[in-house]
């Protein structure tokens, strides 16, 4: 298995930057999808970005795209979310997830907070 722990969010103002952090643990992390999932208050959580295991390919949510970077550092067991040009719509908690062989999501991170003022 493989523990997650996120970090980075914040308060930001609209147009601003944040770089959310993934800290994983367990030996097969790089064997594991990544994504970056949110939630807002009163709506249904939606994926935001993933990154494959192996060939690296990324998946970006149209209303992120061009704006949003996922990547993954497997020597630190560490997926990013690079956001900029963030808008008030992006608030939301800010979850990471881990996948094995395109199954479901089983692992999760506690989410971290991303608010983005206007």
């Known amino acids: 298995q493989v523990q997650l722990v996120e970090s980075g969010g914040g308060l930001v103002q609209a147009g601003g930057s944040l770089r959310l952090s993934c800290a994983a643990s367990g030996r097969s992390f790089s064997s594991y999808a990544l994504g970056w999932f949110r939630q807002a208050p009163g709506k249904e959580r939606e994926i935001v970005a993933a990154?494959?295991?192996?060939?690296?390919?990324?998946y970006y949510r149209d209303s992120v795209k061009g704006r949003f970077t996922i990547s993954r550092d497997n020597a630190k067991n560490t997926v990013y979310l690079q956001m900029i040009s963030l808008k008030p719509e992006d608030t939301a908690i800010y979850y990471c997830?881990?996948?094995?062989?395109?199954?479901?999501?089983?692992?999760w991170g506690q989410g971290t907070q991303v608010t983005v003022s206007s």
């Open positions: 990154i494959g295991w192996s060939d690296g390919n990324t």
């Open positions: 997830a881990a996948r094995l062989d395109n199954g479901p999501y089983n692992y």
